[in-house]
């Protein structure tokens, strides 16, 4: 079975932390997603990556960064946590060939206060 | 710019009925198609893939017009169980994977007793 985990299933942060998000899957999977997911907006890409030290800005990449220095860990950084972060992140990997269903972490609910 | 249209509902549909909704697709060269669901607080999962020649999985069936550009999900005999919300994606990649997937927003279906 795919399994995609995800360090934190709560976290509650203050405004201007510093936040690390981690993401680990067991697939040897080329491609790893980021998203955030908010009610009424659906599923929001923030960055991707396909390949170790590669990243793509997705739609929504203000205020993150990634990193992905082994290929199973996938990294999400909020530089300085804002209100406007609180959410629900997830973390999904693909093998690299189009076409293959996204497998999901459990999500990380992301409080900042 | 990439669209993928659902209608939210929510449905609410009694136990034993049918229900079926449509997601809309903007690019029609858009090559993989699938229904995701997604329970309360948890992640989306494969439902299934959908195939030009349509399939289906037990109670539940997909269909691909790509003529009219969108994708439906047939659920027969429903049950409580399948309350969930109904994630349809496309990947309209023109040929990398790592970005091609797009999400709709949901249709939130609630199966009443």
């Known amino acids: 079975d795919v399994k995609v985990t995800q360090s934190s299933r709560y976290l509650v942060k203050r405004t201007g932390e510093k936040v690390f998000l981690e993401c680990v899957q067991d697939?040897?999977?080329?491609?790893m997603f980021w998203y955030r997911q908010d009610p009424g907006l659906g599923l929001r890409l923030i960055y991707f990556s396909y390949d170790v030290k590669m990243k793509e800005k997705g739609d929504i990449p203000e205020g993150y960064s990634v990193s992905r220095e082994k290929k199973e860990r996938f990294s999400l950084i909020l530089e300085s946590a804002s209100t406007n972060q609180t959410s629900m992140y997830l973390c999904?990997?693909?093998?690299?060939?189009?076409?293959?269903?996204?497998?999901f972490g459990p999500g990380t609910r992301l409080t900042v206060t | 710019r990439k669209e993928v249209e659902q209608d939210p509902g929510p449905f609410n549909v009694p136990e034993g009925a049918t229900v079926a909704f449509n997601c809309t697709y903007s690019?029609?060269?858009?090559?993989?198609f699938f229904w995701y669901r997604q329970d309360c607080r948890k992640e989306p999962k494969l439902l299934m893939s959908v195939y030009s020649s349509g399939n289906e999985d037990g109670r539940f069936t997909a269909q691909l017009n790509r003529a009219s550009q969108y994708i439906s999900l047939l659920i027969r005999d429903s049950k409580l169980s399948d309350s969930a919300t109904y994630l349809c994606?496309?990947?309209?990649?023109?040929?990398?994977?790592?970005?091609?997937?797009?999400f709709g927003k949901g249709t939130h279906l609630i199966i009443q007793p």
């Open positions: 994606v496309v990947n309209m990649g023109s040929g990398g994977g790592a970005d091609g997937l797009t």
């Open positions: 697939m040897d999977h080329e491609n």
């Open positions: 999904a990997s693909s093998p690299r060939d189009w076409g293959y269903e996204q497998y």
């Open positions: 690019n029609s060269a858009s090559q993989s």
